[in-house]
C-alpha cells in the first residue's frame, strides 16, 4: 500500500495510509465488513489494537451460538424477541412514526435510543443470506450441543466456533489484499470541513501517530475492558463484573467515543451488560455455571437469594446472573447434592476446569467456603421443608415449585438433603455492554439530529440494541450480518467518491 507523506504530516511524523475502507476491530464485525468491502471493489485496511497472536476480541474465545433453525432460517420470534424488549416508557408521539419510511420519519425518532424497526427487519432478512456467504468463504455449520440442558429456541453454531470464524475469514481476507495493521489503536475521527469522516488518527505499539484514510467502519465492540467507562455507566457493581473472556479486555470503548465526539447518536441500555455466571477462580474463557436451577444458590452470608430456576436456563442465566452480582462481593455458591450430581450431562452445564469444594455435610460444607454453618443449615432445611413431592424432570421446565420459602424456586424444587455436597463459586462475567450507538439498517451511524453520519458505519457490539435481557445467540450473528452490509455499503461510497 502506498504511504503518502505531505509536508505537513512529515513535519510533524505522521505517516498518512490512504485506503477507500478503514475498518477498525478484528472480530466478526470487523471481519465481515473487511471482507465484503474487498468484494465490492475496496481497497481496505483492518486496524486491531491486540497481537496478532490474539486478534479477534470477543469472538476468538466464544462457541459462536447463533439464533438460527436451519442456515437459512431464522429461529422463530427472532425479530419479535428484539422488538419487545422492554425499554422503558418512551413518548408514543415520537415512536408513532415507526411504521414510516426511515427518511419520512421525526428526526427525533431516527436518533432516538429505541430499536430501529428497519435494522432488526434488516438483520432476519439478511442473517440467512450472511450465513451462506460465510459458508462460501469456508465456515462450516451445524447443530452443535449447547451448555444448556433446557433451552427455549433453536440454535446453530460454525464448527470450530469463534477461533475458526476469526482464523479462516481472517486468512480469506489477507489473500484477497485486506491490509492488517496490529497493535494499531484507533485514537480519533477525521472529519472534514464539510462533517464527513474521512479517516482515523492511530497510535502504534511504539505511540506514534499514524493516520489512515478512507470511509470509517467501526467495528472494536463495546467498553467492558475499560474499569472507568463500567464506573461510569455501571456504578460500584461495575468492578464486580470482569470480561468473560481475555478477547473483551481490548474492548476499551474508543469506538463509541471517538463517534459520539463527532455527534453519533447512541441507542441500548447502558445501564447494563449481557451477563454470563462463571467460576471467578478460573482463567478460562467462558468458565459457565448453568447447573444452579438443579440446585440452590446462596450468598456468601448463607442464605437463598433468588429464584434459581424461574424457566429454560438459556433464557433466565442472565436475569438470575445480575441478582448475584448485586450480593455482597458479587459472589454467590451453587450447591448440588448427589443426586443433582447425577443428572445426565451435568458436564455440558459447568465449564469450569476448576473442581468444586466437597463435603459430606452441609455444616462441613459451610465451613469450606467459609459461611456460617447454622445459617447455612437453617436456609436448606427451609427450601427442603419447602420443596413438594412429584416428578421431577431435569429435561425440562417441570413446574415442580416450593411452597412457603421466600424466594421461591418456580420449577426442579427437589430437597439437597443426599450427600455428598459440592458447591461452586459464581460471579457475574460482562460478555459484552448493551449501550452503544446507533445506526440505520445499512449500519451508517445516525446523528443526534438523527442525520446520518457521512463516512461512517459502525457493525457488531458496539452498536445499541439490546435493552432489558440479551436475545441469545444474536451477538456473533448480527457481527456478521451487519459487517457486510457495513462493509459492502461503505465500499459502493468510498469507490464512487474515488472514481
Not at 277 to 291: C, G, L, N, T
Request: with cysteine.
Amino acid at each position: 500500500m502506498t504511504t503518502i507523506e505531505d509536508a505537513t504530516t512529515a513535519a510533524a511524523g505522521r505517516v498518512v495510509d490512504d485506503y477507500d475502507v478503514v475498518v477498525v476491530g478484528g472480530g466478526i464485525a470487523g471481519l465481515s465488513a473487511a471482507l465484503s468491502a474487498t468484494e465490492n471493489g475496496a481497497r481496505v485496511a483492518l486496524l486491531d489494537r491486540a497481537i496478532e497472536q490474539e486478534t479477534g476480541g470477543n469472538t476468538r474465545y466464544t462457541e459462536a451460538y447463533l439464533r438460527m433453525k436451519t442456515l437459512d432460517e431464522p429461529s422463530d420470534g427472532l425479530a419479535d424477541t428484539l422488538v419487545d424488549d422492554f425499554m422503558g416508557h418512551p413518548d408514543p408521539g415520537i415512536t408513532a412514526d415507526s411504521g414510516l419510511d426511515w427518511g419520512r420519519r421525526n428526526p427525533l425518532l431516527r436518533a432516538h435510543q429505541v430499536v430501529d424497526l428497519d435494522y432488526v427487519a434488516a438483520f432476519e432478512d439478511n442473517a440467512g443470506p450472511t450465513l451462506r456467504w460465510l459458508e462460501g468463504h469456508g465456515i462450516g455449520f451445524g447443530q452443535l450441543p449447547t451448555l444448556f440442558l433446557t433451552v427455549s429456541t433453536t440454535r446453530m453454531a460454525p464448527v470450530g466456533g469463534g477461533l475458526a470464524l476469526v482464523e479462516t475469514l481472517g486468512a480469506k481476507a489477507r489473500s484477497l489484499g485486506v491490509d492488517f495493521h496490529f497493535q494499531t489503536t484507533a485514537r480519533s475521527l477525521v472529519v472534514d470541513d464539510s462533517g464527513a469522516v474521512t479517516g482515523v488518527e492511530t497510535a502504534d505499539a511504539q505511540g506514534a501517530r499514524r493516520t489512515f484514510t478512507g470511509t470509517v467502519v467501526l467495528a472494536s465492540g463495546g467498553y467492558q475492558g475499560n474499569a472507568e467507562l463500567m464506573a461510569r455507566y455501571h456504578g460500584p457493581l461495575g468492578m464486580l463484573a470482569r470480561p468473560v473472556a481475555r478477547g473483551g479486555n481490548y474492548n476499551k470503548g474508543e469506538g463509541i467515543e471517538m463517534a459520539m465526539a463527532v455527534g453519533a447518536a447512541t441507542a441500548g441500555n447502558f445501564a447494563l451488560f449481557h451477563a454470563e455466571p462463571v467460576d471467578p477462580r478460573s482463567p478460562d474463557p467462558e468458565a459457565a455455571i448453568m447447573a444452579f436451577t438443579y440446585g440452590i444458590l446462596v450468598n456468601v452470608d448463607g442464605e437463598r437469594f433468588v429464584d434459581e430456576a424461574r424457566g429454560p436456563i438459556d433464557a433466565w442465566y442472565e436475569r438470575t446472573t445480575r441478582d448475584i452480582q448485586a450480593q455482597p462481593r458479587g459472589i454467590a455458591w451453587m450447591i448440588l447434592d448427589a443426586e443433582g450430581q447425577a443428572i445426565p450431562n451435568l458436564k455440558t452445564a459447568i465449564r469450569t476446569e476448576e473442581s468444586p469444594v466437597r463435603a459430606d455435610t452441609i455444616a462441613e460444607l459451610a465451613a469450606r467456603i467459609e459461611v456460617d454453618p447454622d445459617t447455612l443449615e437453617a436456609t436448606v432445611t427451609a427450601y427442603n421443608a419447602a420443596c413438594p413431592d412429584g416428578e421431577w424432570d431435569p429435561t425440562r421446565p417441570d413446574g415442580l415449585a416450593t411452597d412457603g420459602v421466600t424466594p421461591p424456586k418456580s420449577n426442579w424444587a427437589k430437597p439437597v438433603r443426599t450427600g455428598p455436597f459440592v458447591a461452586y463459586p459464581v460471579m457475574c462475567a460482562n460478555v459484552f455492554t448493551f449501550g452503544g450507538l446507533k445506526v440505520d439498517a445499512t449500519s451508517r451511524v445516525i446523528d443526534r439530529d438523527g442525520r446520518a453520519i457521512p463516512g461512517l458505519y459502525a457493525a457488531g457490539e458496539m452498536t445499541g440494541l439490546y435493552y432489558s435481557n440479551y436475545t441469545g445467540s444474536t451477538s456473533v450473528l448480527r457481527g456478521a450480518t451487519f459487517g457486510r452490509i457495513a462493509g459492502a455499503d461503505a465500499a459502493v461510497l468510498a469507490t464512487k467518491e474515488r472514481a
